[in-house]
């Protein structure tokens, strides 16, 4: 089908204690947060490897190397509205994103429309155009004992 393309995403970041925990840019208040060299939002970057994969574009360690000093403590957000930019370049609008995210703790429910807000100003899209979910994985792995959380997401792009 021209011009509607799907991709994929998936991304892990340890929980640590001494961070923040940033989910789809809102700020959650938990005893652990997500390690990594920008603002660890493990939401925020699956849905951009879903986007830059829907588009032929890599990833975004290809992107925003985290041996570049530039993106130390990066709000990904404003990664992603650079992703977003590089698939208009391409021609492209985002249709949708579909995300899961796997966690043990803590409950999510109440954050979720914000983060879909959020996440869709960037885009340029409406809330609707963004579903986030999250489960926790029964205890099992290391989304259950709590060591990390992980996140798959899916989206649809198109030509504008
Ligand atoms: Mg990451």
Same mark, same amino acid.
């Given at each position: 089908m021209p011009g509607v393309r799907i991709g994929h995403g998936y991304d892990v970041h340890r929980l640590t204690g001494g961070r923040r925990l940033i989910l789809g840019g809102v700020d959650i208040p938990w005893e652990k947060g997500l390690l990594g060299?920008? +603002? !660890?939002d493990v939401l925020t970057h699956a849905v951009m490897d879903a986007l830059l994969g829907a588009a032929g574009l890599g990833d975004i360690g290809r992107h925003f190397? +985290?041996?570049?000093? !530039?993106? !130390? @403590? !990066? +709000?990904s957000l404003k990664l992603l509205a650079h992703v977003v930019r590089l698939l208009a370049e391409q021609g492209y609008v985002v249709g949708n994103v579909d995300a899961t995210v796997l966690a043990q703790?803590?409950?999510l429910a109440s954050y979720i429309p914000r983060m879909r807000d959020n996440l869709a100003r960037v885009m340029g899209i *409406? &809330? &609707?155009?963004v579903n986030i979910k999250a489960t926790t994985e *029964? @205890?099992? @792995?290391f989304t259950g004992s709590g060591e990390g959380m992980a996140v798959h997401a899916v989206a649809l792009i198109e030509k504008g």
């Amino acid at each position: 089908m021209p011009g509607v393309r799907i991709g994929h995403g998936y991304d892990v970041h340890r929980l640590t204690g001494g961070r923040r925990l940033i989910l789809g840019g809102v700020d959650i208040p938990w005893e652990k947060g997500l390690l990594g060299h920008s +603002d !660890a939002d493990v939401l925020t970057h699956a849905v951009m490897d879903a986007l830059l994969g829907a588009a032929g574009l890599g990833d975004i360690g290809r992107h925003f190397p +985290d041996t570049d000093p !530039a993106y !130390a @403590g !990066a +709000d990904s957000l404003k990664l992603l509205a650079h992703v977003v930019r590089l698939l208009a370049e391409q021609g492209y609008v985002v249709g949708n994103v579909d995300a899961t995210v796997l966690a043990q703790r803590p409950k999510l429910a109440s954050y979720i429309p914000r983060m879909r807000d959020n996440l869709a100003r960037v885009m340029g899209i *409406e &809330s &609707s155009q963004v579903n986030i979910k999250a489960t926790t994985e *029964e @205890g099992l @792995g290391f989304t259950g004992s709590g060591e990390g959380m992980a996140v798959h997401a899916v989206a649809l792009i198109e030509k504008g």
